[in-house]
């Protein structure tokens, strides 16, 4: 059974850059026809898709975000991080890293992790 | 692309049946068959409950039924429980690698 949990910084500073990490277990992320995925939700708010990465290295962005975000494969960790940007307060969310398969539906998902952006 | 459409809340009692619609556009409900719907619970993460608009993933119950009509997408719960109690989201694929949330409907059970 396919887990994932997501870690990094709680708090990022305006301005700075975002990072976080998704751990894979009970299974790889070069295996499958998954796109590992990274989703966010602004408290209060709905879901927003942020973008995913290939186990091939293919990545694909929201294009609202494409300027500012990064999403990476880690094969020898069997993990996938997310670097977003020049954060401003608006990117303040709960973060949920999931595994996609292909474009269509998202059958796993961390536990999400908060993330605030302090000024 | 726009967000998908659905109502902001929906209630019903214990035992009734329920309906959330999600209203797209030729773009993404009318063109595809890959809408799917997440529950959420409070303070938790986003669970799938349907896929490939009607089916069902291993171990959700079969009181969660989805279709699809044109442009509109529908998430049925049939014999509401007060866990059921929670938010709901569609979500379609749009073509060129792109997908589309809703804005999330909250059920209340009465």
């Known amino acids: 059974q396919v887990q994932l949990q997501e870690s990094g910084p709680g708090l990022v500073k305006s301005s700075q850059t975002l990072s976080l990490t998704c751990s894979v277990s009970?299974?790889?992320?070069?295996?499958?026809?998954?796109?590992w995925s990274w989703i966010r939700q602004p408290a209060g708010k709905g879901l927003e898709w942020i973008g995913y990465?290939?186990?091939?290295?293919?990545?694909n962005y929201n294009p609202s975000l494409k300027s500012r975000v990064s999403i990476s494969l880690d094969t020898s960790k069997n993990d996938f991080s997310l670097r977003l940007n020049s954060v401003t307060a608006a990117d303040t969310a709960v973060y949920f890293c999931?595994?996609?398969?292909?474009?269509?539906?998202?059958?796993?998902w961390g536990k999400g992790t908060t993330v605030i952006v302090s000024s | 692309q726009s967000a998908l459409a659905q109502p902001a809340s929906v209630s019903g009692s214990p035992g009734q049946s329920i309906t959330i619609s999600c209203a797209g556009s030729?773009?993404?409900?009318?063109?595809?068959?890959?809408v799917s719907w997440y529950q959420q619970h409070p303070g938790k993460a986003p669970r799938l409950i349907i896929y490939?608009?009607?089916k069902r993933p291993s171990g959700i119950s079969d009181r969660f039924s989805g279709s699809k009509s044109g442009n509109t997408a529908s998430l049925t719960i049939s014999g509401l429980q007060t866990e059921d109690e929670a938010d709901f989201y569609c979500?379609?694929?749009?073509?060129?690698?792109?997908?589309?949330f809703g804005g999330g409907t909250k059920v209340t059970v009465l």
């Open positions: 979500c379609s694929y749009a073509g060129d690698s792109t997908r589309v």
């Open positions: 030729s773009s993404d409900i009318g063109a595809f068959d890959f």
């Open positions: 490939d608009v009607s």
């Open positions: 999931s595994r996609w398969y292909y474009d269509f539906w998202g059958d796993v």
């Open positions: 009970g299974g790889s992320v070069t295996t499958g026809t998954y796109y």
């Open positions: 990465v290939y186990k091939s290295g293919h990545t």
